[in-house]
């Protein structure tokens, strides 16, 4: 779009108003306002962080010079045709002729005079204009190479022009050419700070975005002094200080905000209880959480309100120094595993099965008390039960006595954890009250299993753009007590990547981990790569989904029982779904079911027929009860 001005608009009335759009003696943005052209003041930086809009002039206003020069002609032509009209009705054709002379008399001299009151500056003015509104649009649509060029260009014919060096500032700023667009926004304040004060939220978020948060306040505090009562400084001083986690500051300023502007009440509200929240003033937050949604119930920020409330009485749970969870579940498999452990998940499957189907219970209670409990170091101790119990196939009970230690560290974004647990397991049980529907022992006629030893590191990373990386790590040590099984080291690393759709609560997610198992018999070694693929999402009512598929590759050192020469290497497809709904904010129901499909390479006889043992494919449904305290 150029603005294409000739000498021709200068013979209509609206020559004076061209003349004060180029008039060296005003800025831009005085012109702008002049012709009520201006636009929005800066967004400031933090939460609401963001270059000025560009300026966006409607079809036909002055920055559209070829529209503007047929408009105006048009209007010059239509109004000189109904003055011709009513002088026919008016005047003789004498006295006609004679306004016919007159007028042309006047407009002669009215050219003549043209020189004398336009000087010689306004093409180049002209000129200006043109490059500017180029880089505006070139900056408009992500062209900020091009933007720069053209605005460079506006300013060299026209070098006074503050708005021009605002523009490059932000295109400067938008390329990470940080301490180019600094200096001139600088500048810009050093020579009108209260007229461009604009530019003193850029400078503010240039230095939020190097995370230098105290530069940004040092500077808002001078746009302060420039105009004391411009309520967006105090809004963008609370995000700073909210940043530092000078809470008590961030919300004195934030209240400020408010008084002086009750647009931005909602706003306000909203990050005033974030601070209490952080300052573990629950009842405060909820009070400023609620007072933020009753400003305007139908904004993004409510809705972000509505969330908080309802993680409220989590984040005071966490905040107490013991806690208490539990869980119930009832299931039935068509499939059981052959050793008990196995059957338990408590180690890795080595793909023998009962070909039984049982009905089975479980109960897992799980405590603990935290000797330091902050926001970002916790250190605790806890322990563990876990019981299974089956209908029928009592050997395959299960019960596991596990006392803890664990230290956390949180450095948002980046948190470790790392646990320490003892486990000490019995597995085998007598029928007692199967039949009445109790099929939990509680390790009644029960041998010890096996000890363990394990260290668990683990670091969670919250990544921009909604992903998130955890990465694990086990280490275990294997004390089998039946005399038979071999003792063995377990090694375990992995990755899970989520990823959160932008604008929904949907999670796909992948994952990687190796496992390797050093037994002192050769025939129990083996290693594992396994591969995982997820998605959870909301449905409705408040229920969740999740489905996950994973492959897993398995490679034995050396099998004798089955494989006289070469090794066992087992494939294993896994597939699970849930759902869950969560009744109160301490009672969750679940419903899972998991599909597993495993074969080798091994082929066996027994004289009969030739099979491969440890081909099996098992479904198992489990509905479960989960409630914290």
């Not at 876990?386 to 299960?398: A, H």
Request: charged fraction near 25%; hydrophobic fraction near 35%.
């Amino acid at each position: 779009m150029r603005c294409l001005f000739t000498s021709r608009p200068l013979h209509n009335p609206f020559s004076t108003l061209l003349y004060e759009l180029f008039d060296p003696s005003m800025g831009l943005l005085a012109k702008s306002q002049k012709l009520g052209l201006t636009a929005s003041n800066s967004l400031g930086f933090a939460h609401s962080c963001g270059p000025l809009p560009p300026l966006n002039f409607p079809e036909g206003t002055l920055f559209n010079g070829v529209n503007f020069a047929r408009q105006t002609d048009q209007t010059r032509q239509t109004k000189q045709t109904k003055q011709t009209r009513q002088t026919k009705k008016v005047h003789n054709g004498r006295s006609k002729e004679l306004c016919k002379r007159l007028n042309s008399y006047f407009l002669s001299f009215l050219f003549l005079l043209i020189p004398l009151f336009f000087p010689l500056s306004a093409p180049a003015e002209q000129s200006a204009m043109n490059y500017f509104v180029d880089g505006v649009e070139a900056f408009d649509r992500g062209d900020y190479h091009e933007a720069v060029r053209s605005i460079e260009k506006a300013i060299q014919l026209k070098p006074s022009n503050l708005e021009f060096r605002y523009y490059l500032g932000l295109t400067y700023g938008a390329l990470n050419r940080n301490e180019e667009a600094l200096k001139i926004f600088s500048e810009i304040v050093d020579k009108e700070p209260v007229k461009f004060r604009k530019a003193y939220f850029e400078i503010a978020a240039l230095y939020s975005k190097q995370k230098e948060y105290q530069k940004a306040i040092d500077t808002l505090t001078l746009a302060e002094k420039a105009a004391p009562s411009d309520a967006r400084i105090y809004l963008e001083k609370g995000y700073a200080y909210k940043n530092l986690k000078s809470y008590e500051q961030a919300i004195v300023n934030f209240k400020k905000a408010k008084e002086l502007d009750p647009d931005l009440a909602q706003v306000a509200c909203y990050n005033i209880a974030v601070a209490y929240y952080e300052t573990d003033r629950f009842d405060m937050a909820e009070e400023m959480f609620l007072t933020a949604i009753e400003s305007n119930p139908e904004t993004a920020t409510a809705e972000n309100a509505r969330q908080s409330i309802r993680n409220l009485k989590g984040a005071k749970r966490a905040r107490r120094p013991w806690y208490l969870s539990t869980s119930l579940s009832w299931g039935y498999d068509d499939n059981v595993l052959l050793q008990a452990l196995e059957q338990a998940g408590v180690v890795s499957a080595t793909g023998e099965v009962l070909d039984k189907s049982d009905d089975f219970e479980t109960i897992v209670l799980r405590g603990g008390y935290k000797f330091i409990n902050r926001k970002d170091l916790e250190i605790g101790a806890g322990y563990t039960l876990y019981c299974t119990g089956y209908k029928e196939l009592v050997d395959s009970n299960v019960l596991g006595h596990i006392p803890y230690l664990y230290l956390q560290y949180n450095d948002d974004p980046v948190y470790y954890r790392i646990e320490y647990d003892f486990s000490y397991y019995y597995a085998g049980g007598s029928r007692n009250d199967q039949d009445n529907g109790l099929y939990l022992t509680f390790g009644d006629s029960s041998e010890d299993k096996m000890r363990m030893h394990s260290l668990m590191p683990t670091i969670t990373i919250v990544e921009p753009y909604g992903l998130r990386s955890e990465i694990t790590l086990n280490y275990q040590d294997k004390h089998y007590l039946d005399g038979v099984t071999s003792n063995a080291r377990h090694y375990i690393g992995g990755i899970v990547q989520s990823y959160k759709l932008p604008d929904s609560e949907r999670y796909p997610r992948v994952g990687y981990k190796y496992g390797y198992e050093d037994a002192t018999s050769k025939e129990s070694t083996y290693q594992y790569h396994e591969g995982l693929v997820g998605f959870s999402s909301p449905l409705r009512w408040g229920v969740w989904a999740d489905v996950s598929l994973s492959y897993t590759r398995t490679y034995y050192h050396k099998n004798t029982r089955y494989c006289a020469e070469g090794e066992r290497a087992d494939k294993k497809y896994m597939f699970s779904a849930s759902l869950s709904r969560t009744i109160t904010d301490r009672f969750q129901f679940l419903f899972s079911y998991n599909y597993t499909h495993n074969n080798s390479n091994v082929m066996w006889s027994d004289g009969s027929s030739t099979y491969d043992p440890f081909k099996f494919k098992k479904n198992v449904y489990t509905l479960s009860i989960n409630a914290v305290f």
